[in-house]
């Protein structure tokens, strides 16, 4: 009977020798993709797999919130870009504006001359200053690379100027 035993021992052993060096060679792998099913009993029993889930939650997380964060950034440039066009067609709108303003006062200044009724020396200085004026507001139109700002403060100063000149003509009328 002992000897019955012994071999059905080594039997056995044997047997899961033959089982275990095969599987010994096994390389387990922590992602599910690439493991076997030993792999993944090992995986779920050490909690492997679970690691990886919330790793790869936190990457999502992460990836959501830039994500939020670079479509308020968009926004933002966006309504910044609305208020620079609507700026700039303002700007264009007073320019036309003066533009027309310079034209009316050049158009009377040439009927005065043609009248006479102020000095002579006086409408032809006043004409040189109105051709001035309306060349320069010509520049600032045709400006590329000024911002809204350097614009806005160049159009105020020809407004001043054509104020001055505007005011003038109207005292030599009187």
Do not use: I
Not at 90 to 119: C, F, H, I, P, S
């Amino acid at each position: 009977m002992l000897r019955h035993l012994e071999r059905r021992f080594g039997v056995w052993l044997l047997g899961g020798l033959l089982v275990a060096l095969p599987l010994g060679g096994c390389q387990t792998s922590e992602d599910p993709a690439q493991g076997g099913f030993f792999s993944g009993l090992s995986g779920l029993s050490s909690g492997a797999y679970e690691r990886r889930l919330q790793s790869r939650q936190a990457e999502l997380v992460s990836a959501q919130q830039s994500q939020t964060g670079l479509r308020a950034q968009t926004e933002r440039a966006h309504a910044e870009q609305a208020e620079v066009k609507a700026s700039l067609a303002k700007n264009e709108r007073e320019m036309q504006a003066l533009q027309n303003d310079v034209q009316r006062l050049r158009t009377q200044l040439a009927k005065e001359r043609r009248q006479q009724k102020a000095g002579q020396n006086a409408v032809g200085e006043m004409e040189r200053e109105v051709e001035q004026l309306g060349a320069q507001l010509a520049l600032l139109q045709k400006a590329p690379g000024l911002s809204d700002k350097q614009q806005q403060e160049r159009l105020n100063s020809l407004k001043q100027r054509y104020e001055t000149l505007n005011t003038a003509f109207l005292q030599a009328l009187e």
